[in-house]
């Protein structure tokens, strides 16, 4: 069965900080997918990032980054520098070529504080 | 491109009324998805379509009827809501599986008392 966990409920910063969100996942699958989402207080559902399990390279798009790390199931987000428009819930994801289902984490609140 | 959209954004029901909500795609995309979110657990899987004309169900179906006879279109339906119904739904598409990017609409907020 495919899992994602993301331990972190709620996270408070202080602008300008830097902050990660965790994701571990589990899977048997050898070819899967990976994506973070984010979900402002307007409600939508924002795509960040997706990245194949063949593909451990780490990304970074502006004051994102992503560290993927198959040794370690994990899929870790960094915000460099955060700001307060960075305040949201940011989902991680897992999908798999063999089922039709996309699988979400619970979740992390991050609150940026001014 | 409008991308995907939901009808309606809000809806108040009593215990055993019914309703429909319409979720609408223009990227011309196969697979159809409709998700519930609630406070703690993420989105779940309701049911999905890999194409016109059929469904299949998700994680969460008990209650739920859905139809796609339109490929742009991914009705859900609530027959006999309950309260433990109230929760937010999104639609999403994707081009194919779950293995390419899905794209969510805004979201309907459906409270059942």
């Known amino acids: 069965a495919q899992k994602v966990t993301q331990a972190q409920t709620e996270i408070s910063v202080v602008e300008k900080e830097d902050v990660t969100l965790d994701c571990v996942y589990e899977t048997r699958d050898t070819t899967y997918y990976l994506f973070w989402y984010k979900q402002p207080p307007s409600g939508e559902l924002v795509f960040l990032i997706r990245r194949n399990s063949f593909d451990e390279q780490n990304e970074i798009s502006g004051r994102y980054s992503w560290n993927f790390q198959k040794s370690t199931s994990s899929f870790n987000f960094t915000i460099t520098a955060s700001q307060v428009v960075d305040s949201a819930v940011y989902f991680c994801?897992?999908?798999?070529?063999?089922?039709?289902?996309?699988?979400f984490g619970a979740g992390t609140i991050l609150r940026v504080k001014s | 491109n409008a991308g995907v959209t939901q009808t309606p954004k809000f809806r108040v029901l009593k215990t055993g009324q019914s309703m429909t909500l319409l979720c609408a795609q223009d990227?011309?995309?196969?697979?159809m998805y409709w998700y519930r979110q609630d406070p703690g657990m993420g989105l779940r899987l309701i049911h999905y379509?890999?194409?016109?004309?059929?469904?299949a169900k998700g994680e969460v179906p008990d209650g739920y009827n859905v139809s796609r006879l339109k490929k742009q279109n991914f009705l859900l339906g609530l027959e006999s809501a309950a309260p433990s119904q109230t929760s937010v739904y999104f639609c999403?598409?994707?081009?194919?599986?779950?293995?390419?990017?899905?794209?969510f609409g805004p979201g309907t907020r459906l409270l059942v008392l």
């Open positions: 379509s890999v194409g016109e004309g059929t469904t």
């Open positions: 990227m011309n995309h196969e697979y």
């Open positions: 999403a598409s994707s081009d194919s599986g779950p293995q390419e990017t899905q794209y």
């Open positions: 994801a897992l999908g798999g070529v063999y089922g039709n289902k996309l699988v």
